[in-house]
């Protein structure tokens, strides 16, 4: 089992920063990937950026490229989403995923955090 648990939401400005953190554990490294997903209401599941504890390589959906940077720390079994020039259509419940592969989709990461809420809001 992996336990995740994110921490970082909260209420920015448009063109403001966040950054969020999952921290791992239990078996945490049996999961070589590691990803954020996110949810804004009404809306499915969507994949926003992965990253593999095993050299480090990185994938982001189009939407993330240029603003969001994923980054792991290995020893302390954390994963960071820095999240740059926020909009108000990244106003969303941003979880953290595990699986055994990187990959695009909801339904091939076993483990999830409870998420944590970001608001882009004048």
């Known amino acids: 089992q992996v336990q995740l648990e994110e921490s970082g939401g909260g209420l920015v400005r448009p063109g403001g920063s966040l950054r969020l953190s999952c921290v791992a554990s239990?078996?945490?490294?049996?999961?070589?990937?590691m990803a954020w997903f996110r949810q804004a209401p009404g809306q499915e599941r969507e994949f926003v950026a992965s990253?593999?504890?095993?050299?480090?390589?990185?994938r982001y959906a189009g939407f993330a490229s240029g603003r969001f940077t994923i980054s792991r720390d290995n020893a302390r079994n954390t994963v960071w989403l820095e999240m740059n020039s926020l909009r108000a259509e990244d106003t969303a419940v941003y979880y953290c995923?595990?699986?055994?592969?990187?990959?695009?989709?909801?339904?091939?990461?076993?483990?999830w955090g409870q998420g944590t809420q970001v608001t882009v809001s004048s």
């Open positions: 990253i593999r504890w095993i050299g480090g390589r990185t």
């Open positions: 239990g078996r945490a490294r049996s999961m070589d990937a």
């Open positions: 995923a595990a699986g055994p592969y990187m990959r695009d989709a909801a339904h091939e990461y076993d483990f």
